[in-house]
Protein backbone atom coordinates (compact mmCIF):
# COMPACT_ATOMS: atom_id res chain seq x y z
CA UNK A 1 0.00 0.00 0.00
CA UNK A 2 1.77 3.21 -1.22
CA UNK A 3 1.61 5.86 1.41
CA UNK A 4 4.09 8.63 2.86
CA UNK A 5 3.52 7.26 6.42
CA UNK A 6 4.63 3.58 5.07
CA UNK A 7 8.63 2.65 3.75
CA UNK A 8 9.59 -0.12 1.92
CA UNK A 9 13.64 -1.16 3.52
CA UNK A 10 16.43 -2.53 2.52
CA UNK A 11 19.64 -3.53 4.12
CA UNK A 12 21.02 -0.65 2.13
CA UNK A 13 19.22 1.95 3.74
CA UNK A 14 17.86 0.25 7.19
CA UNK A 15 20.45 2.39 9.14
CA UNK A 16 19.13 5.68 7.80
CA UNK A 17 15.15 5.19 7.47
CA UNK A 18 14.91 3.47 10.45
CA UNK A 19 17.61 3.87 12.96
CA UNK A 20 18.06 7.56 12.37
CA UNK A 21 14.78 8.28 11.50
CA UNK A 22 13.43 7.54 14.86
CA UNK A 23 15.00 9.85 16.12
CA UNK A 24 12.59 12.17 15.01
CA UNK A 25 9.13 10.02 15.12
CA UNK A 26 9.21 6.32 16.17
CA UNK A 27 9.32 4.12 13.52
CA UNK A 28 7.59 0.39 13.85
CA UNK A 29 9.57 -2.48 11.56
CA UNK A 30 7.08 -4.92 9.89
CA UNK A 31 9.76 -8.08 9.67
CA UNK A 32 7.32 -10.46 7.10
CA UNK A 33 7.53 -12.53 4.00
CA UNK A 34 5.17 -13.33 1.14
CA UNK A 35 4.83 -17.16 2.32
CA UNK A 36 4.05 -15.58 5.84
CA UNK A 37 0.15 -16.68 6.16
CA UNK A 38 -0.29 -14.54 9.46
CA UNK A 39 1.73 -11.01 7.91
CA UNK A 40 -1.14 -11.20 5.54
CA UNK A 41 -3.64 -9.98 7.99
CA UNK A 42 -1.09 -8.61 10.51
CA UNK A 43 0.78 -6.03 7.48
CA UNK A 44 -2.58 -4.57 6.63
CA UNK A 45 -3.64 -4.02 9.86
CA UNK A 46 -0.29 -2.12 10.32
CA UNK A 47 -0.71 -0.23 7.61
CA UNK A 48 -3.97 1.60 8.05
CA UNK A 49 -2.99 2.26 11.46
CA UNK A 50 -0.15 3.96 9.66
CA UNK A 51 -1.96 5.94 7.26
CA UNK A 52 -4.78 6.62 10.26
CA UNK A 53 -1.70 7.99 11.96
CA UNK A 54 -1.32 10.68 9.95
CA UNK A 55 2.34 10.95 10.70
CA UNK A 56 2.74 10.11 14.34
CA UNK A 57 4.74 7.22 13.33
CA UNK A 58 6.61 5.51 9.92
CA UNK A 59 5.99 1.72 9.05
CA UNK A 60 8.81 0.08 7.39
CA UNK A 61 8.38 -3.17 6.13
CA UNK A 62 11.57 -5.64 5.79
CA UNK A 63 11.28 -8.48 3.38
CA UNK A 64 13.13 -11.19 5.57
CA UNK A 65 13.70 -13.56 1.93
CA UNK A 66 15.36 -10.29 0.50
CA UNK A 67 17.29 -8.91 3.46
CA UNK A 68 18.92 -11.88 5.49
CA UNK A 69 21.14 -10.10 7.23
CA UNK A 70 18.25 -7.22 9.09
CA UNK A 71 16.88 -10.71 10.29
CA UNK A 72 19.92 -11.75 11.23
CA UNK A 73 21.05 -8.36 13.10
CA UNK A 74 17.52 -8.26 15.01
CA UNK A 75 17.53 -11.61 15.74
CA UNK A 76 14.18 -12.46 14.17
CA UNK A 77 13.65 -16.05 14.09
CA UNK A 78 9.73 -16.23 13.42
CA UNK A 79 7.59 -14.07 11.71
CA UNK A 80 5.48 -12.13 11.59
CA UNK A 81 7.81 -9.97 14.35
CA UNK A 82 7.21 -6.34 14.50
CA UNK A 83 9.45 -3.92 16.52
CA UNK A 84 9.45 -0.32 17.33
CA UNK A 85 12.31 1.83 17.71
CA UNK A 86 12.99 5.26 19.33
CA UNK A 87 15.86 7.15 19.46
CA UNK A 88 18.03 4.56 17.40
CA UNK A 89 16.83 1.78 19.64
CA UNK A 90 14.34 -0.95 19.56
CA UNK A 91 11.88 0.10 22.85
CA UNK A 92 8.86 -2.71 22.11
CA UNK A 93 8.10 -5.54 20.34
CA UNK A 94 5.71 -8.27 19.39
CA UNK A 95 5.72 -11.83 17.82
CA UNK A 96 2.98 -13.62 15.64
CA UNK A 97 -0.35 -12.46 15.09
CA UNK A 98 -1.93 -10.39 17.38
CA UNK A 99 -5.57 -9.17 17.64
CA UNK A 100 -6.37 -5.74 16.81
CA UNK A 101 -7.18 -4.18 20.39
CA UNK A 102 -3.20 -5.31 21.05
CA UNK A 103 -2.07 -3.72 18.30
CA UNK A 104 -3.57 -0.77 18.89
CA UNK A 105 -2.22 -0.55 22.58
CA UNK A 106 1.35 -1.57 21.31
CA UNK A 107 0.81 1.71 18.91
CA UNK A 108 0.10 4.33 21.29
CA UNK A 109 2.33 3.16 23.58
CA UNK A 110 4.99 4.45 21.28
CA UNK A 111 3.11 7.00 19.15
CA UNK A 112 0.14 8.58 20.71
CA UNK A 113 -2.64 9.04 18.47
CA UNK A 114 -4.04 12.67 17.55
CA UNK A 115 -7.05 12.11 19.51
CA UNK A 116 -4.20 11.38 22.82
CA UNK A 117 -1.99 14.47 21.91
CA UNK A 118 -5.09 16.68 22.24
CA UNK A 119 -5.73 15.44 25.70
CA UNK A 120 -2.00 15.97 26.32
CA UNK A 121 -2.09 19.37 24.90
CA UNK A 122 -4.96 20.13 27.15
CA UNK A 123 -3.21 19.23 30.11
CA UNK A 124 -0.33 20.98 29.45
CA UNK A 125 -2.65 24.26 28.54
CA UNK A 126 -4.06 23.62 32.40
CA UNK A 127 -0.81 23.63 33.78
CA UNK A 128 0.36 26.70 32.25
CA UNK A 129 -3.26 28.22 33.59
CA UNK A 130 -4.66 28.46 29.93
CA UNK A 131 -7.98 27.72 31.33
CA UNK A 132 -10.00 28.79 27.83
CA UNK A 133 -7.61 26.78 25.69
CA UNK A 134 -7.69 23.89 27.61
CA UNK A 135 -11.17 23.91 27.60
CA UNK A 136 -11.26 23.68 23.51
CA UNK A 137 -8.82 20.84 24.24
CA UNK A 138 -10.52 19.38 26.28
CA UNK A 139 -14.10 19.45 24.88
CA UNK A 140 -12.54 18.47 21.16
CA UNK A 141 -11.11 15.08 22.55
CA UNK A 142 -14.30 14.42 24.61
CA UNK A 143 -15.81 14.52 20.98
CA UNK A 144 -14.12 11.66 19.96
CA UNK A 145 -13.92 9.92 23.17
CA UNK A 146 -16.59 10.53 25.25
CA UNK A 147 -17.03 10.20 29.09
CA UNK A 148 -12.89 9.62 29.28
CA UNK A 149 -12.04 9.83 33.10
CA UNK A 150 -9.02 11.81 32.30
CA UNK A 151 -10.52 14.32 29.76
CA UNK A 152 -13.41 15.06 32.05
CA UNK A 153 -11.43 15.69 34.53
CA UNK A 154 -9.34 18.04 32.93
CA UNK A 155 -12.66 19.91 31.44
CA UNK A 156 -13.84 20.11 34.80
CA UNK A 157 -10.89 21.83 36.13
CA UNK A 158 -11.42 24.65 32.85
CA UNK A 159 -14.63 24.60 33.38
CA UNK A 160 -14.15 25.77 37.56
CA UNK A 161 -11.51 28.13 37.06
CA UNK A 162 -13.72 29.77 34.75
CA UNK A 163 -16.76 29.63 36.62
CA UNK A 164 -18.92 27.41 33.62
CA UNK A 165 -20.51 26.20 36.61
CA UNK A 166 -23.37 24.62 34.92
CA UNK A 167 -21.00 22.25 32.87
CA UNK A 168 -19.16 21.64 36.33
CA UNK A 169 -22.15 20.29 38.07
CA UNK A 170 -22.89 17.95 35.10
CA UNK A 171 -19.21 16.53 35.16
CA UNK A 172 -20.09 15.76 38.84
CA UNK A 173 -23.25 14.16 38.34
CA UNK A 174 -22.03 12.07 35.79
CA UNK A 175 -18.66 11.00 36.52
CA UNK A 176 -17.62 7.03 35.54
CA UNK A 177 -16.55 5.23 38.14
CA UNK A 178 -12.74 5.22 37.69
CA UNK A 179 -8.69 6.33 39.46
CA UNK A 180 -9.82 9.75 38.67
CA UNK A 181 -13.11 9.56 40.68
CA UNK A 182 -10.64 10.27 43.81
CA UNK A 183 -9.22 13.60 42.52
CA UNK A 184 -12.74 14.57 41.10
CA UNK A 185 -13.93 14.66 44.85
CA UNK A 186 -11.25 16.66 46.11
CA UNK A 187 -12.20 18.74 43.34
CA UNK A 188 -15.68 19.84 45.17
CA UNK A 189 -15.37 22.05 48.41
CA UNK A 190 -13.56 24.15 46.11
CA UNK A 191 -16.64 23.84 43.46
CA UNK A 192 -19.10 24.55 46.54
CA UNK A 193 -17.31 27.02 48.22
CA UNK A 194 -16.64 29.62 44.68
CA UNK A 195 -20.53 28.70 43.60
CA UNK A 196 -21.62 29.81 46.72
CA UNK A 197 -19.54 33.13 47.08
CA UNK A 198 -21.00 33.63 43.28
CA UNK A 199 -24.80 33.41 44.08
CA UNK A 200 -24.72 34.80 47.47
CA UNK A 201 -24.93 38.26 48.71
CA UNK A 202 -25.17 38.05 52.35
CA UNK A 203 -22.60 39.92 54.81
CA UNK A 204 -21.14 38.76 57.27
CA UNK A 205 -19.86 40.98 59.68
CA UNK A 206 -17.73 38.32 61.31
CA UNK A 207 -13.70 39.18 60.37
CA UNK A 208 -12.74 35.95 58.68
CA UNK A 209 -15.76 35.51 56.78
CA UNK A 210 -15.33 38.65 55.32
CA UNK A 211 -11.52 37.33 54.74
CA UNK A 212 -12.46 34.27 53.31
CA UNK A 213 -15.06 35.62 51.11
CA UNK A 214 -12.20 37.99 49.73
CA UNK A 215 -10.30 35.41 49.21
CA UNK A 216 -12.25 32.85 47.21
CA UNK A 217 -13.77 36.36 44.97
CA UNK A 218 -9.84 37.06 44.49
CA UNK A 219 -9.94 33.13 43.12
CA UNK A 220 -12.58 33.87 40.79
CA UNK A 221 -10.79 36.93 38.98
CA UNK A 222 -8.20 34.07 38.38
CA UNK A 223 -6.17 36.06 40.99
CA UNK A 224 -4.81 32.40 42.55
CA UNK A 225 -1.88 33.55 45.07
CA UNK A 226 -3.66 36.29 46.32
CA UNK A 227 -6.75 34.32 47.09
CA UNK A 228 -4.60 31.30 48.32
CA UNK A 229 -2.75 33.62 50.40
CA UNK A 230 -5.78 34.33 52.14
CA UNK A 231 -6.82 31.15 52.79
CA UNK A 232 -3.47 30.47 54.44
CA UNK A 233 -3.85 33.23 56.27
CA UNK A 234 -7.26 32.69 57.99
CA UNK A 235 -5.53 29.06 58.45
CA UNK A 236 -3.12 30.23 60.58
CA UNK A 237 -5.75 32.14 63.12
CA UNK A 238 -8.32 29.06 62.78
CA UNK A 239 -6.96 25.69 61.18
CA UNK A 240 -10.60 24.16 61.35
CA UNK A 241 -12.13 27.42 59.61
CA UNK A 242 -15.77 26.56 58.79
CA UNK A 243 -15.30 22.74 60.21
CA UNK A 244 -12.42 21.87 57.97
CA UNK A 245 -13.96 24.10 54.55
CA UNK A 246 -10.80 26.29 54.22
CA UNK A 247 -8.77 23.89 54.20
CA UNK A 248 -10.43 21.28 51.62
CA UNK A 249 -10.64 24.32 49.56
CA UNK A 250 -6.66 24.61 49.60
CA UNK A 251 -6.52 21.07 48.70
CA UNK A 252 -9.28 21.37 45.61
CA UNK A 253 -6.87 24.62 44.22
CA UNK A 254 -3.35 22.03 44.57
CA UNK A 255 -5.43 19.64 42.46
CA UNK A 256 -6.73 22.11 40.21
CA UNK A 257 -3.28 23.66 39.57
CA UNK A 258 -1.26 20.00 39.80
CA UNK A 259 1.52 18.82 42.09
CA UNK A 260 4.59 20.57 40.06
CA UNK A 261 2.98 23.58 39.79
CA UNK A 262 5.14 26.33 42.07
CA UNK A 263 2.43 27.64 44.00
CA UNK A 264 1.37 24.09 45.32
CA UNK A 265 4.54 23.47 46.04
CA UNK A 266 4.82 26.51 48.29
CA UNK A 267 1.18 26.95 49.84
CA UNK A 268 1.60 23.03 50.60
CA UNK A 269 4.62 23.31 52.95
CA UNK A 270 2.97 27.03 54.47
CA UNK A 271 -0.21 24.54 55.01
CA UNK A 272 1.95 21.20 56.67
CA UNK A 273 3.50 23.72 58.72
CA UNK A 274 0.00 25.18 60.00
CA UNK A 275 -1.77 21.80 60.35
CA UNK A 276 0.86 19.90 61.58
Not at 42 to 51: D, G, H, S, V
Not at 64 to 73: E, G, H, S, Y
Not at 115 to 144: M, P, R, V
Not at 197 to 216: C, G, M, P, R, W
Request: aromatic share 10%.
Amino acid sequence: MASEYIKIVSESDFDYEVIAYSNQIPVIVDFWAEWCRPCKTLTPLLEKFAIESRGTFRLAKVNVDDNPNLALRFSVRSIPNVKAFRDGKVVSEFLGLQPEPRVIEFIRNIAPSQIDLLLEKGQSQLETLNWNEAGTSFHQFLAKSPNHPAGLLGLLKASLMQSNFTEVRQIFDSFPPSQEYARVEELRPLFTALWTEKTNQKISDDFLDVAYNNALRLILRGNLPAGMDGIIDILRQNKHYRNDEARKVMLGMFEVLGAHHPLTQQYRQELAMILF
